[in-house]
């Protein structure tokens, strides 16, 4: 389904250029010539807007007025200010009020777009707040507890990694966040700023492989008119807008040797000076990092600043890729086909129990990222009411090579004899087996807690215990 955006404009002409860009990239448009009606349709749409794209300056009720009313009665729906030249300063107030981002009149095309989709992708995390074993009363758990809790995982990897975060969030401290493309880095950047000091200031993040070289400088500490070719209005940089709140600087690993040196005397000194300026603008803000990169290879090679490595390694995360955490994939698992079962219209009853074994064993080079992309492609596709072999793409079941994470998830051994029915059934227990193996290491043979991981039943657990012989140990603790 097309997402649904409200454009608040007291211009009818802005409102027609933005509702023809927006519908052009597939969205479905609603406008409002000013405040009072955006907040008719907000009332009458029940929560179903996914967008408030508002100006400023507006009679009756303004874009500020619209946006503290928007974050009250629709928190999870983000806004996006649009603003003219001469009001820069009050879009700066209007971020910090809780504004997704801003956009200055005129605006580019490129620019819009981008915004745009990345306000839908939070907007998308916002309405997926998914517990892994299903909903938790806010009586009996913390708030940290809640929001780790919209994490999908309760493997040991995932249980060890939600403690250090209950440790460091709540601290000032520069924080490191390292793992492989598709682990969830903004996910925990998100989480960490929620359960920080600063949870009521402002998130932003900024991804530096989207940003061009010539422009980082510009986008991370902002411009003032006239400071180079374009520049026709003072603009603020992310770390203005960031200001009181937490800036996660993704794939760190990507930023230009110059702007090293500058990142490392804005951490040094807190204060930035925007490209152009004069003066310098004091700045408080909590920076998490995150990458893929191997940065200590990239000091030894002389390609990232010794000084700026150890400056943001204070605090390192490192989050476990999913190879290394197969008793979360199931959740996952249900957790994706329902979602995007409920997106793409297409009534799912179950993911087989051989379909999901295979998915369990593969070795997910592109982790969560990948494992979401692969099952949004199968329930697109999907004929039946579930999901089985026939519908996992060729990759998942022929369980091809990871060259960079290292991993061989090729099949070595010989297709086995005998009727298919028959292989995936011995196949399928035989993973069950491990699982519920694994799980019972893991919680050091605890059953209560292992079946609380594995999203089943205390008695469900020991009778499949009995079935496969893993009852030999005593039962004082069970």
């Known amino acids: ?179 492989e493309s598709g682990t969830g880095k903004e996910l925990v950047g998100s989480a960490i700023h929620r359960l920080s000091q600063r949870a ?66 804005v951490l040094q000194e807190r204060f930035v000076q925007r490209v152009g300026g004069l003066n310098p603008i004091p700045v408080d803000v909590r920076l998490i990092a995150a990458t893929n990169a191997n940065l200590e290879k990239m000091v030894a090679e002389g390609t990232f600043r010794e000084d700026l490595f150890y400056r943001l390694n204070v605090v390192p995360i490192v989050l476990p890729p999913l190879r290394e955490r197969p008793t979360d994939i199931p959740h996952l698992v249900r957790h994706f086909t329902a979602r995007f079962s409920e997106r793409l219209a297409k009534p799912l009853r179950e993911v087989t129990p051989a379909a999901e074994a295979v998915l369990i064993e593969y070795g997910w080079p592109g982790n969560i990222r990948q494992l979401e992309n692969v099952l949004e492609r199968m329930v697109l596709l999907a004929e039946g009411e579930s999901l089985g072999l026939t519908d996992l793409p060729p990759e998942v079941l022929q369980g091809d090579r990871d060259p960079e994470a290292g991993v061989d998830t090729a099949r070595d051994e010989p297709l086995p004899s005998g009727k298919m029915k028959e292989i995936v059934k011995q196949r399928s227990q035989k993973l069950e087996r491990d699982l519920i193996a694994a799980a019972l290491d893991e919680e050091g043979r605890n059953v209560t807690r292992a079946a609380k991981r594995l999203g089943i039943s205390r008695k469900g657990l020991q009778l499949k215990m009995k079935e496969y012989g893993l009852r030999e140990t005593k039962e004082s603790d069970l």
Request: charged letters at 30%; one cysteine or more; aromatic letters at 4%.
């Open 200 to 265: 009521s200031g402002p998130f932003i993040a900024v991804n530096c492989t989207a940003i061009p070289e010539s422009l980082f400088e510009s986008e991370l500490f902002g411009h003032e008119k006239g400071a180079f070719t374009g520049a026709i209005g003072s603009r603020p940089g992310r770390f203005e807008l960031a200001d009181g709140g937490t800036l996660l600087l993704d794939e760190i690993g990507e930023l230009p040797g110059p702007m090293q040196v500058k990142l490392l005397r």
């Open 1 to 179: 389904m097309p997402s649904r955006i409200l454009v608040v404009d007291d211009e009818k002409n802005i409102r027609r250029v933005l509702q023809a860009l927006l519908e052009g990239d597939g969205h479905a448009v609603d406008d409002a010539g000013d405040g009072d009606e955006a907040r008719a349709l907000l009332r009458r749409s029940a929560g179903q807007y996914d967008l408030v794209l508002t100006d400023l300056r507006m009679p009756n009720c303004d874009g500020l007025e619209l946006l503290r009313w928007t974050r009250e009665a629709h928190p999870d729906t983000p806004v996006v200010m649009l603003t003219a030249h001469g009001t820069v300063d009050i879009a700066v107030e209007a971020m910090r009020a809780g504004a997704f981002d801003f956009i200055t009149k005129p605006f580019d095309d490129e620019d819009l777009s981008s915004i745009v989709g990345r306000a839908l992708a939070r907007r998308e995390a916002n309405r997926e707040r998914v517990y892994p074993l299903g909903e938790q009363s806010s009586d009996d758990s913390t708030e940290a507890d809640e929001v780790l809790g919209e994490i999908i995982g309760t493997s040991r990897p995932m249980q060890d990694l939600f403690g250090m975060l209950k440790k460091v969030a709540p601290s000032p401290t520069t924080i490191l966040v390292r793992g």
